[in-house]
């Protein structure tokens, strides 16, 4: 069977299987912070009304400023986009005909932005159960090309790496002249974080992108920043249309990133889950990817190939993502999300009468 490519958006799955959907579903396959918006969004939504009626500031001063202070940058080292998915859309842009390296698996978006520019593209592939890069011929396929995708955190395995490899990988790719664009959309669901944040106003060969819409569950207004050296952001930004970011999620952005309490909570919260669940794994015979953040991978090793397990999921309105379009797993894993403890707990137990009949 061929399944659809899909990723938060379940009643398009269902309809392109052909599937009855059960009357209660519950989404697995989309990262987003199970404890909802910051409380802060919906107490002034009411009053950010009056900010529709006018053009958005298309430079976004206050957002910048607010990123500034919050992740001890410089503004001008800044430049925020419509979401981090824009800003992949004006980095492949600016990338248009070269020649690119994806660390694979991640995030299917920048292969296919990337195709739309005619860049050539190849693949480092890791593998489990470490998922760890392979420095000798990462280096050489570094050196062969003009620019490196690499997601850190990784999604979908979860993977965090350490504080020597990211460093590597970034001397590396200075040292080529290679232009290295690290994703850290989900850093900041990790306890102890591994930012290169500060590193990218400091080279012209690094880029770090950032996403608000997972942690503050704002993946409808749309929010994202790109950090770099100043020269390279504008090139980048050139080809962004103006007003590009909304009046709300300016106003909604600054408010997120001053509300550390929700962040904080959030992390304990995924942590917490993300041992009880991996617990039961390990217990019931189910592979896990060794994930700092807020999903994981599983399989059932009895199974090369997970689509029965996905399917049975499935018909019980439990919709996790199958990795058949993500290079280096081919559907020998499922991706979940860490929701709230009930779904979690839905989930389990789904998988423990899996086991059960097989
Ligand atoms: C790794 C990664 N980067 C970037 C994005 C895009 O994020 P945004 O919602 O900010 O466009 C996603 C969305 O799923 C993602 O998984």
Redo the contacts with the bound molecule.
């Keep these: 069977m061929q399944l659809p490519a899909h990723?938060?958006n379940p009643d398009h799955l269902f309809k392109a299987l052909e599937m009855e959907q059960p009357a209660k579903l519950v989404d697995f396959s989309?990262?987003i912070n199970p404890l909802g918006t910051p409380a802060a969004i919906q107490h002034h939504w009411q009053g950010w009304l009056i900010d529709i009626e006018d053009y958005p500031d298309p430079s976004a001063s206050e957002l910048k400023q607010t990123i500034a202070v919050h992740e001890g940058v410089a503004e001008s080292n800044l430049l925020p986009?419509?979401?981090?998915?824009?800003?992949?859309s004006l980095i492949a842009r600016y990338l248009h005909g070269k020649k690119v390296l994806i660390i694979h698996p991640?995030?299917s978006?920048y292969a296919s932005v990337c195709k739309n520019e005619s860049c050539t593209i190849f693949y480092h592939i890791v593998h489990p159960p470490h998922w760890q890069l392979e420095k000798a011929a990462l280096q050489q396929e570094i050196e062969a090309v003009d620019a490196v995708f690499f997601?850190h955190p990784?999604?979908?395995t979860g993977v965090q790496y350490d504080r020597s490899t990211i460093d590597w990988l970034i001397a590396a790719c200075e040292q080529a002249k290679t232009l290295l664009i690290i994703?850290e959309?989900?850093y900041d669901f990790s306890s102890n974080p591994v930012t290169s944040i500060k590193k990218a106003g400091q080279s012209p060969f690094l880029l770090v992108?950032?996403?608000?819409?997972?942690m503050y569950r704002i993946?409808g207004l749309?929010?994202?920043f790109l950090a770099g050296q100043p020269k390279t952001l504008e090139k980048i930004g050139k080809t962004q249309p103006h007003w590009s970011i909304n009046a709300i999620a300016l106003q909604a952005g600054s408010l997120c990133l001053q509300d550390r309490r929700h962040s904080e909570q959030t992390r304990a919260y995924i942590e917490a889950e993300r041992k009880r669940l991996c617990s039961f794994f390990k217990k019931k015979g189910f592979l896990h990817s060794p994930s700092a953040v807020n999903f994981y991978l599983i399989k059932d090793p009895s199974l090369d190939d997970q689509q029965d397990l996905f399917l049975y999921l499935l018909r019980k309105g439990l919709v996790l993502r199958h990795t058949y379009n993500f290079p280096g797993l081919e559907g020998g894993w499922l991706r979940a999300a860490i929701k709230k403890e009930a779904e979690n707990n839905l989930l389990m137990e789904a998988l423990s009468e899996w086991k059960k009949g097989n």
């Design positions: 990723g938060s989309a990262n986009g419509n979401g981090a998915s824009e800003l992949i991640a995030f978006e997601c990784n999604n979908p994703d959309a989900f992108l950032r996403s608000l819409t997972k993946a749309r929010l994202g």
